[in-house]
């Protein structure tokens, strides 16, 4: 009887783990033991239970942390041919079920995922993310037991096996460890070009914010208070466009379905968007370039900041908004001024910073057809700068993944320093550097912003970037 109770003690404070280590990201403790302060020393037990894949594999992301930070508690598993998606897996060793979720639900961000209990060993291992579990709790299973098919349900955003292995201490308190002390992959990582190594690095220096290009706030107030007026810290923004008077400007705006006054929202989203504290000529700016992004995508609704709770009325937002809609009081029809390119509305982004900068709309934003970006902006533009790295491993998944969802072929050389190779930039930063406007992936070509979108998901701030492999 003591026994059980010890054992489902086990298991609840296993599963207290296990949820309060997914939801605290990488802040909260992983089972502290406060009563043992003394440190147990690593058993290195490598090749005690097997690798959960019966095909060439690698780690993606290990133990205890995500690459670029955040706790991770267990190792993510990719296929080296990139059909990672349905591909079986196995128990790592002899043992029992103990837990089979394949409801399809969220679980904490495992999704479907089932627990095995090695007795020999005392330890749990754990898959999550699984687009079927095929076993259930009580079954005896061992290394030729398949326990399902990797998926990417829960909280993965590609298809790949976690796996966890969590140990349980002398008082029966569990802890997550690093699943390769118990594992050796017997396959050695390969890649989808047949390369045998994923050593070394790509460090990403990143020019810009946001999209890199459009109003930046901070510069529109630096213009402001250097005595610019609005037009000018526009055009200084949106280079070729005229500023022109809508005559067919609404009254009232849909807002999440809802009718909100013209003037209600655009002093809502100016106010979210650059501050009730900017100068005059920045509000009146940043209220031009917010009326014409939401007449350009005929959309009041989303795709801009909002505060909600904004008690406009007398304030300088309301001032600098009654102002560009050339009117005195909200009872008037409004006359919106905004920004027209060639003839049509354009598309006014702004972001906080911006590089600000680009020597040709048609590299950006789908070429000479949308309205704006033509030349180049310096002066009071401050860059900001920033850098991303990503280990070979990790820029082999996303080329994989890419390429799986695709549905394209990219082959990659044995060495990673022959990976990534930028092509042509249009040199808007500097004559080294610039947006990058074409750049090879193994053997397939992408422009700049493709890549940023597509390939690294946005994980980089602008598409003005340079790269620098680093060997390990
Ligand atoms: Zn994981």
Redesign the pocket.
């Known amino acids: 009887m003591e026994q059980l109770i010890s054992i489902l003690m086990s298991l609840l404070t296993m599963f207290m783990t296990l949820i309060s280590s997914f939801m605290g990201g990488g802040t909260t403790p992983v089972n502290p033991t406060p009563s043992d302060p003394t440190p147990e020393p690593t058993p290195v037990v490598s090749g005690v239970l097997s690798w959960p894949l019966k095909k060439s594999s690698y780690v993606n992301?290990g133990y205890p942390a995500y690459p670029g930070g955040g706790a991770?508690n267990?190792?993510?598993i990719f296929v080296s041919d990139g059909k990672t998606d349905g591909e079986p897996f196995y128990s790592a060793g002899e043992g029992e079920v103990t837990l089979a979720a394949n409801d399809g639900q969220y679980n904490d961000g495992f999704g479907n995922y089932c627990v095995v209990y090695h007795e020999k060993l005392n330890i749990y291992t754990l898959y999550a993310h699984a687009k079927e579990i095929d076993v259930s709790v009580g079954d005896k299973v061992n290394t030729d037991s398949k326990l399902g098919l990797i998926g990417q349900t829960g909280n993965a955003t590609a298809s790949h096996l976690?796996f966890a292995v969590i140990k349980i201490n002398s008082d029966g308190s569990t802890a997550y460890d690093d699943p390769m002390k118990y594992v050796k992959n017997p396959y050695d990582s390969s890649s989808p070009g047949g390369s045998s190594t994923t050593s070394g690095k790509f460090i990403f220096k990143v020019y810009g914010w946001g999209h890199g290009v459009g109003m930046s706030q901070q510069g529109a107030i630096v213009m402001a208070k250097n005595g610019k007026t609005y037009k000018e810290i526009l055009k200084t923004y949106y280079p070729g466009t005229e500023l022109s008077t809508d005559n067919n400007t609404p009254s009232t705006v849909k807002r999440n379905g809802t009718s909100v006054g013209l003037v209600e929202y655009l002093c809502k989203t100016v106010k979210q968007e650059i501050g009730d504290d900017a100068p005059m000529e920045a509000l009146k700016a940043q209220a031009v370039a917010a009326y014409t992004y939401a007449k350009r995508f005929d959309n009041f609704s989303s795709g801009q900041a909002y505060s909600s709770s904004f008690s406009y009325k007398g304030t300088n937002v309301e001032k600098a908004v009654l102002a560009v809609l050339n009117i005195s009081n909200e009872s008037e029809t409004p006359k919106a001024t905004y920004v027209t390119y060639n003839g049509k509305c354009a598309e006014t982004y702004y972001f906080d910073t911006a590089a600000g900068k680009t020597t040709s709309s048609a590299s950006v934003w789908g070429g000479e057809e949308i309205a704006y970006l033509k030349g180049g902006v310096a002066s009071p533009e401050k860059v900001s700068e920033s850098t991303r790295e990503f280990t070979s491993a990790e820029m082999k998944a996303f080329i994989e993944a890419y390429a799986k969802s695709s549905g394209k072929t990219i082959n990659l050389d044995s060495n990673p320093a022959n990976w990534l190779k930028i092509l042509a930039h249009d040199s808007s930063y500097s004559a080294d550097i610039g947006y990058v406007t074409k750049i090879a992936v193994g053997d397939v070509t992408f422009s700049g912003n493709s890549f940023k979108s597509k390939i690294l998901d946005d994980k980089l701030r602008s598409h003005c970037f340079t790269i620098t492999y680093v060997a390990d």
């Open positions: 992301a991770h267990g190792i993510d976690h």
